[in-house]
Structure formats: C-alpha cells, structure tokens
C-alpha cells in the first residue's frame, strides 16, 4: 500500500483523522494535537499498524515535538505521528497499554527530554543515572563536559 | 523455514529430555518456579555491568529463589555517550564515524542507515555500483556479527570449540574490510552519496573464495554446536518467545523471525538493489535461544548467496562510479526530516534526522534494535536458571554500543 491508498483508507475509517493527515517529501505524518493523541494512536492500532518502532521528542524552544514511528506488516506503509507539548508544561498520554514497546522508548524520551508519560507504568531514567540533574538532549542543557565546536567546523 | 533439526551426535539420541538428567528442561520452566515460591528467601544479585556474559557493559538485577530467576532487571546506560547530542554538535560528514561507534559488531549498517537517512533528507542519488558494494559490503557484515553472536551462544554454553570455528569465519571477513577499508572494526566506509573507495583489485576473488567455503563452514558449526547433546540441552526450549509478544514489544531481526515472526525489512519493505536479489528468509518455530541460533546460522548461508548474485551483477557495471555526482563539500539539506530504516543484523536499525536547514543536524535519533530486543529480557528469563539468563541474554544478540548510544 503506498501513502495516497493509506490515505484513503484511513479517511474511510476515521473521517475525523482525515484533516490531520499530510504527506511531506514523501512520507505520511499525522499530526494530532496532544490532548488527542492516544485516541488517534489507538485508532492507528485498530487499523493494523501493529509495530511501534520508536518515540522521540525534538526540542523547538517553546514547544517539543513528540515523533511516534508506527508501521503495518499487513499494508506494508509506515507512519510519523508527531504531536507538540509545551516546554513548561511537557506531558502527554502514554501508548505503553497499546504497543508495550513503547515503555523503554518513552523512558528514554523522559530520561532525556524530561517529557511526562501520564499513565506510564514504570516511568524512570533508564540511560543516565538516577541521580542526574537535568535532561541532555534540550538544547539549553549546559554541561562543564559538553564541548561545543567551534563555528568554523 | 528452518532446514530440519540437526541430527543429534553419537550417543545423544534421547537428548532433548531426559528425564533427571542435564537435559530434562521440564524441572525448571515457568510454572516450576512457582511451586517452591514462599518456601525458601529471595536473593537479590547483581550481574555486572563488567561481567565476562553479559556481553558488554550490561547490569542484571537477578531476583533469585534458590537458582530459579524470578525476577531480572536489564540496567543499561553504562556505554552511553550521548551520540544524539554530539551529532548535534557536527556536520553532516562528520557524524558517520560516530555511527560506527554505536554497533561496532556491525559498523555498516549504522553507517548505511544514516547514510540513508541523509540521503533522503538531501535528496542524494546513489550510483547503482556504490549501492551494489554496500549490500556486498553489509551482507559480508551480517556474517561477521552473526558469527559473533553464534560464538558466544557457543562460549556461554561451555562449548568453546564452536567459538573458535565461528571466529575463524569471522575474521576471513574481518580481512576482507581491512583491504577494502584499511580497518577492521570502526570502517567508516559508507558515506552519504556512496562509498568511500572502491573494491581494490582482487578485492572480488578474495570475496568469492571466502563465498565457497563459507556455506561448508556453517553446516559444519550447525552440526559441531547445535547437534551437540549439551548445546542443545541447554538451548532448547529456554527463553520461548512468544511471536504476538515480539511484535507487541517491537523485536525485530533474528530474534522475531526465531519466533516465526515473517518480517524481514530487505524483502518486505525491499530498499536499494534488493528487489533484484533472490533470497529467503529463515523462520523459527518454537522462538527458543536454539531457533534463534540456527536462524542466524542460515542467514548467513542466505547472506552468501546474496553476495554471489550481487557481485555477479557488479561486474556489469563501470569501475570507479561510487559516489554521486555534483555533491558539495559542506552538506545543507532542507529543513525537514526523514526517516530511513534497514535491516540489520539485529533487526531494522532507523536513524530520524532533523535538519534546520544549516550544515548540522538539528536533531539525530537512531532507532536501535538492540535496545527493543532487550526489554524483553525480564520476560524470556522468568522462571529459568541462573545459568540459563546468561544463554538467553546471549541470544537477544545485544550490542551495547547501540543500545546505550
């Protein structure tokens, strides 16, 4: 199935999904608003996307960006699900009761975003230390060991 | 389909469960454990992270009772080096020998991934040959990393002689890249718009001479370890994984298809010249560390027709053509993202690139298999022995470079 057929499809099952899908360079993305985003990912299940291949977050200053990867062995396609949480207040649903590999995946994302995962069973650091201060991948993190390069590459 | 069970060596013939003996598995599956809960105290012990089986830089958080796990806890993190956030930090150019730094069993393929990834992001077109040498070049790895993890499910399982077979594969591919690449781990040959260098001269018949004996060589270890009564004592029947739980908790590559999971990105989501290539894909059936092994073991029988076939179709094609044209020195691709995945030797490694549009990423995540492979640890080994987590941890195959990245 490619993107256009899946677009297809999924406006005959979710008519309400329909306006938030888009294709960019090629690629389906969904884009939900947060509050949104676990009925939009549990209505992606039911429609046979059955692999979660990864979470990730991306920080735009104001606001992070959450990037869900979902694909479907039966349609062959695969799909971005992106969503945005405010920086001073980063929560979202957890997906971890639909695809429970989801569960190391927001972990990382908490560990080094500091994004909450309401409903997460475990939600722990589980790449630094539990001591760590501070969540490395935002872009303000400061650290005496982080050594920017220079401009002149 | 797997090819039948390896017959069984002189004298193992009623091997796989022996009622009392070493092979009897029945005694210490889930359900056992159970029985002698509340009887005797949990102990807690602590299993690396430098511990000489765990296969890296892993910790285990072993719950003990007597000698039946009840619960384990994988504690990672101890390799991490935070390449997401050094990416950020380099140009586009720059990144790849980071990649070799993640799975440095198998360098290619996060080479090829990101390569991938910024192909995509760039719009870079690869030439035809440099897409050849890297399924070359990425199949000749899936052996080594695969002769990797076969050796040490033989080494973890006492029977040391089958790691030496396997190394000995391994390092006839290890000398293969040196001359291709100059290096034997970290080959930072895949490069964004094609591959470093071309294959030198001879490079080819070095290769096919490796083909012929390879295949020899992996029924020879099919009989050596998995015919051996005590390999097989110890890997039948321990760490089943049940294949819905695989799709549910995302494991991919040899430890999915163990388990009869029919998902193998090079034929189902088919990426660069492998449409063009004949080849099958080798399915467990019972998901235990034994099938997972000997899917692995046929891979690379798998592997080495594909090279076959993709150096034939090489030779049609002009020498020296290995890298896109008109590329700039100084990579700005669009703002954007893409996404791009292959499979690896422990299933679809996806790098995510995030570009502003200046000559860094703004953002790189990798998708590591490895790391998905390993959450299902505590699962798989509930309920058997101690001795028994070290096999199945060595058959999730993991690489802690990746996994902690």
Not at chain 2, 206 to 211: D, K, M, T, V
Not at chain 2, 223 to 231: E, K
Not at chain 2, 328 to 337: E, I, M, N, S
Not at chain 2, 350 to 360: E, F, K, M, N, T
Request: hydrophobic residues 40%.
């Amino acid at each position: 199935m490619n993107i256009t057929e899946l677009r297809e499809h999924l406006c005959a099952q979710y008519p309400d999904l329909c306006p938030l899908f888009s294709i960019e360079f090629g690629d389906g993305v969904l884009t939900v608003p947060s509050a949104r985003m676990v009925e939009a990912t549990s209505n992606l299940k039911d429609l046979g996307f059955d692999l979660l291949g990864m979470v990730t977050a991306v920080d735009f200053g104001e606001e992070f960006e959450l990037v869900y990867r979902v694909r479907s062995r039966e349609m062959h396609v695969g799909l971005f699900v992106k969503t945005r949480v405010p920086r001073d207040e980063p929560r979202i649903g957890s997906v971890v009761h639909l695809w429970p590999s989801a569960n190391w995946q927001e972990r990382e994302v908490f560990d080094l975003f500091g994004i909450v995962f309401e409903g997460h069973p475990d939600l722990r650091r589980i790449l630094l230390s539990d001591d760590w201060v501070g969540h490395p991948l935002r872009k303000d993190y400061e650290d005496p060991g982080l050594i920017r390069r220079p401009d002149y590459l | 389909m797997l090819p039948p069970d390896t017959e069984p060596d002189a004298g193992a013939a009623a091997s796989d469960a022996p009622p009392g003996a070493i092979g009897a598995r029945e005694s210490v599956v889930k359900g056992a454990a159970t029985t002698v809960e509340g009887r005797g105290e949990h102990v807690v012990v602590n299993i690396g992270p430098s511990h000489p089986s765990t296969h890296g830089v892993c910790r285990v958080v072993v719950e003990l009772d007597g000698e039946i796990v009840t619960s384990a806890e994988p504690v990672i993190g101890h390799l991490h080096r935070g390449i997401e956030k050094m990416a950020e930090n380099r140009t586009y150019l720059q990144v790849v020998p980071l990649t070799d730094r993640m799975d440095y069993v198998g360098s290619m393929y996060a080479n090829w991934a990101y390569c991938r990834a910024v192909e995509r992001l760039a719009g870079i077109r690869v030439p035809e040959r440099a897409e050849y040498i890297r399924v070359i070049v990425c199949e000749l790895q899936r052996i080594a990393s695969h002769m990797m993890s076969i050796g040490s499910t033989g080494a973890d399982t006492g029977a040391f002689t089958a790691f030496m077979y396997a190394f000995n594969q391994r390092e006839l591919v290890v000398d293969l890249f040196e001359a291709l690449c100059g290096a034997r781990l970290t080959y930072n040959y895949v490069r964004p718009g094609g591959v470093a260098f071309d294959l030198p001269d001879g490079w080819v018949d070095r290769c096919r001479a490796f083909l012929e004996q390879h295949p020899d060589a992996m029924l020879e270890i099919d009989r050596l370890l998995f015919g051996n009564v005590i390999a097989r004592a110890r890997l039948k029947g321990v760490g089943v994984l049940d294949p819905a739980v695989a799709v549910a908790w995302g494991a991919t590559g040899p430890v999915a298809r163990g388990s009869g999971v029919d998902w193998d990105l090079r034929r189902d989501d088919a990426y660069s010249v492998y449409p063009r290539l004949d080849f099958e894909v080798p399915l467990g059936e019972r998901g235990d560390c034994y099938d997972r092994g000997r899917v692995r073991l046929w891979e690379c029988v798998e592997s080495c027709r594909i090279i076959g076939q993709a150096l034939e179709q090489l030779a049609e094609l002009e020498p020296g053509v290995i890298k896109a044209q008109d590329l700039p020195r100084l990579l700005a691709p669009r703002p954007g993202d893409a996404y791009d995945h292959i499979e690896s030797a422990r299933g679809s490694l996806g790098v995510y690139l995030v570009s502003d549009g200046s000559v860094r990423p703004y953002r790189m995540k990798v998708r590591s298999p490895a790391f998905s492979n390993l959450a299902l640890l505590p699962m798989l080994a509930e309920g058997h022995t101690l001795s028994d987590l070290v096999v199945v941890l060595g058959s999730l195959d993991p690489v802690f470079g990746e996994v902690d990245r």
